[in-house]
T-cell receptor, first 115, second 114 residues
Framework: DTEVTQTPKHLVMGMTNKKSLKCEQH?????MYWYKQKAKKPPELMFV???????INESVPSRFSPECPNSSLLNLHLHALQPEDSALYLC??????????????FGSGTRLTVV | DQQVKQNSPSLSVQEGRISILNCDYT??????FLWYKKYPAEGPTFLIS?????DKNEDGRFTVFLNKSAKHLSLHIVPSQPGDSAVYFC?????????????FGQGTELSVKP
């Protein structure tokens, strides 16, 4: 299995809803990432988990809450989002974050629309 | 402050010809560079990478050139095929950069016409 699987592929949620995005990989990668990509813009890093511990939070608002229950799974819990949070949310993984020349594997993303 | 720049938002090339996508960076600490290809509504797909200790890396139709003194890299696709039509992102990472954070350029949309 050489894939990063993200579910759901599409999500529409209201500003008062609570929802979660899920990311799974079975490649034995120990670094997992959440990126956010707005239309016509490059992906921007949100969070990094290294060996199941949060190592980087790029000053992301608290309405986004990441969780790494185990080495294969990464969640992003969403609560009280704003319409401007609508974007493609990408999960990625690498063998490790401690050596730079291991390429990322990206999932296909979750297209989130906040109404 | 954009540390990785792709100054051409779009590029159109005839099938069979060479596509050259350019990328400039400002941070001299970057030591690893990657190119990703992205179709709409999909995640980026890794294409090719290069370490700063090299000036060229080749993989099939794709070659990446790195000019450290100019802080410039380019991706060459030869020959270009219609299936290569996508958005191409250049990305950079720095050794010791906590978490292996990738900094992406804005992307170049390549259109290969039959």
């Amino acid at each position: 299995d050489t894939e990063v699987t993200q579910t759901p592929k599409h999500l529409v949620m209201g500003m008062t809803n609570k929802k979660s995005l899920k990311c799974e990989q079975h490649m034995g990668h120990r670094a997992m990432y959440w990126y956010k990509q707005k239309a016509k813009k490059p992906p921007e890093l949100m969070f990094v988990y290294s060996y199941e511990k949060l190592s980087i939070n790029e000053s992301v608002p608290s309405r986004f809450s990441p969780e790494c229950p185990n080495s294969s799974l990464l969640n992003l819990h969403l609560h009280a989002l704003q319409p401007e949070d609508s974007a493609l949310y990408l999960c990625a993984s690498r063998l490790t974050d401690r050596v730079p020349n291991y390429g990322y594997t990206f999932g296909s993303g979750t297209r989130l629309t906040v109404v | 402050d954009q540390q990785v720049k792709q100054n051409s938002p779009s590029l159109s090339v005839q099938e069979g010809r060479i596509s050259i996508l350019n990328c400039d960076y400002t941070n001299s600490m970057f030591d690893y560079f990657l190119w990703y290809k992205k179709y709409p509504a999909e995640g980026p797909t890794f294409l090719i990478s290069i370490s700063s200790i090299k000036d060229k890396n080749e993989d099939g139709r794709f070659t990446v050139f790195l000019n450290k003194s100019a802080k410039h890299l380019s991706l060459h696709i030869v020959p270009s095929q219609p299936g290569d039509s996508a958005v191409y992102f250049c990305a950079a990472s720095a050794l010791g950069n906590q978490g292996g954070k990738l900094i992406f350029g804005q992307g170049t949309e390549l259109s290969v016409k039959p």
